[in-house]
């Protein structure tokens, strides 16, 4: 199994550019979901699914938007890239939600908006 | 909001010697504490967890102490090795429907040889 797996690795965006980060799992799991890490402000949820065609916001999802089309890919969208999405962005899926869940993560795409 | 305070921001600490890192929580909904540790330039991995109704648990070198009355939790490691050197995130899971993961900002440890 790969696990979880995003591209690119890294990115450089203009401000108002769009692009899509990819993120999929071959390990079978319902929930999936996109992390934002930041200096000093540890992780923070942007969006996530609780399966194929749902999805709901996280603490942060202003500028980002997601779909859900299969139970392996969640990619995350952003629409106009500000510096402020500046980040290391994290997938992560787990097999069932429950609170005791491990939540496995990919290796991180970082964005930096110029 | 930082639901999940976490200290100290960084540490050094000698081979051999111990590492503790203390979070403190608010919500008394929160029902699952688990430790990631993160290598740079990987995402985080789950190290250890703990549930409430546990004061302590321990796995090899790493053990987390709670203390639900005070809402606080801590990570121990003992003997501590240079390949521990890595930032340790404390966490809290909300379960409404989805595991919500609120995490604290981080400790980067650095074990000296």
């Known amino acids: 199994n790969a696990g979880v797996t995003q591209t690119p690795k890294f990115q450089v965006l203009k401000t108002g550019q769009s692009m899509t980060l990819q993120c999929a799992q071959d390990m079978n799991h319902e929930y999936m979901s996109w992390y934002r890490q930041d200096p000093g402000m540890g992780l923070r949820l942007i969006h996530y699914?609780?399966?194929?065609?749902?999805?709901d916001q996280g603490e942060v999802p202003n500028g980002y938007n997601v779909s859900r089309s299969t139970t392996e890919d969640f990619p995350l969208r952003l629409l106009s890239a500000a510096p402020s999405q500046t980040s290391v962005y994290f997938c992560?899926?787990?097999?069932?939600?429950?609170?005791?869940?491990?939540?496995?993560f990919g290796p991180g795409t970082r964005l930096t908006v110029l | 909001q930082q639901q999940v305070k976490q200290s100290p921001q960084s540490l050094i600490v000698q081979k051999g010697g111990i590492s503790i890192i203390n979070c403190a929580y608010e919500n008394t909904a929160f029902d699952y504490f688990p430790w990631y540790q993160q290598f740079p330039g990987k995402g985080p991995a789950l190290l250890i967890a703990i549930r409430p109704d546990v004061s302590e648990k321990k796995e090899g070198r790493f053990t987390i102490s709670f203390n639900k009355s005070a809402k606080q939790f801590s990570l121990h490691i003992m003997d501590s090795q240079p390949g521990d050197s890595a930032t340790y995130f404390c966490a809290a899971t909300l379960n409404t429907g989805f595991q919500k993961l609120v995490f604290g900002t981080g400790t980067r440890l650095l074990v000296s040889p």
């Open positions: 699914s609780v399966g194929a065609g749902i999805t």
């Open positions: 992560a899926s787990n097999i069932r939600g429950f609170s005791t869940d491990t939540q496995y």
